[in-house]
T-cell receptor, first 113, second 112 residues
Framework: DGGITQSPKYLFRKEGQNVTLSCEQNLNHDAMYWYRQDPGQGLRLIYYSQIVNDFQKGDIAEGYSVSREKKESFPLTVTSAQKNPTAFYLC????????????FGDGTRLSIL | SQKIEQNSEALNIQEGKTATLTCNYTNYSPAYLQWYRQDPGRGPVFLLLIRENEKEKRKERLKVTFDTTLKQSLFHITASQPADSATYLCALDKSGTYKYIFGTGTRLKVLA
């Protein structure tokens, strides 16, 4: 089955620690996205990538970093500079062309220890 | 700045009735609008897309309308069922980019 796999489902971060969230897709999509979802707020874009080896900052990129070395993979690192990292993180992908919907993974819930 | 508003209040309706959810936007003219369903602890799932030149789109029990004059989309679920209970999100494209703007979502509860 084609889809997007996010891991882990739950993640805990200690103070001063960097953590990396995994996102893998086998849909052969060029574009991939990372969103953050907080209670009562819409999805906010952290980073997105249109092609391999290229990515752009979204609306709330501070304290986060990404890489796109392979088409299938778009990992997100939450650095110690992100002071309020507790949230639900969603990865998505879409195919080339306008009017294309996004396909989402089932998220990673990050909490602070 | 561009903004999307959805009813933040939860919507409770009786099984069998039609649920109507609203998505209003400002400071933007999107080329198309999308609706997604999100269950607790899960990622959103795409439901329907409507283009700016389309007034209405249907898929089984779902219907979406798009009024570019009012800057509003309505999402209808007819003959609602308890299994339709979820949060529904609308999203607009940012024309010329790969980016989307999402609303906060409306939580629907269908009572048996």
């Amino acid at each position: 089955d084609g889809g997007i796999t996010q891991s882990p489902k739950y993640l805990f971060r200690k103070e001063g620690q960097n953590v990396t969230l995994s996102c893998e897709q086998n849909l052969n999509h060029d574009a991939m996205y990372w969103y953050r979802q907080d209670p009562g707020q819409g999805l906010r874009l952290i980073y997105y990538s249109q092609i391999v080896n290229d990515f752009q900052k979204g609306d709330i990129a501070e304290g986060y970093s990404v890489s796109r070395e392979k088409k299938e993979s778009f990992p997100l690192t939450v650095t110690s500079a992100q002071k309020n990292p507790t949230a639900f993180y969603l990865c998505a992908s879409r195919s080339e062309g306008s009017n294309q919907p996004q396909h989402f993974g089932d998220g990673t819930r990050l909490s602070i220890l | 700045s561009q903004k999307i508003e959805q009813n933040s209040e939860a919507l409770n309706i009786q099984e069998g009735k039609t649920a109507t959810l609203t998505c209003n936007y400002t400071n933007y003219s999107p080329a198309y609008l999308q609706w997604y369903r999100q269950d607790p602890g899960r990622g959103p799932v795409f439901l329907l897309l409507i283009r700016e030149n389309e007034k209405e789109k249907r898929k089984e029990r779902l219907k979406v309308t798009f009024d570019t004059t009012l800057k509003q989309s309505l999402f209808h679920i007819t003959a609602s069922q308890p299994a339709d209970s979820a949060t529904y999100l609308c999203a607009l494209d940012k024309s010329g980019t790969y980016k989307y703007i999402f609303g906060t979502g409306t939580r629907l509860k269908v009572l048996a």
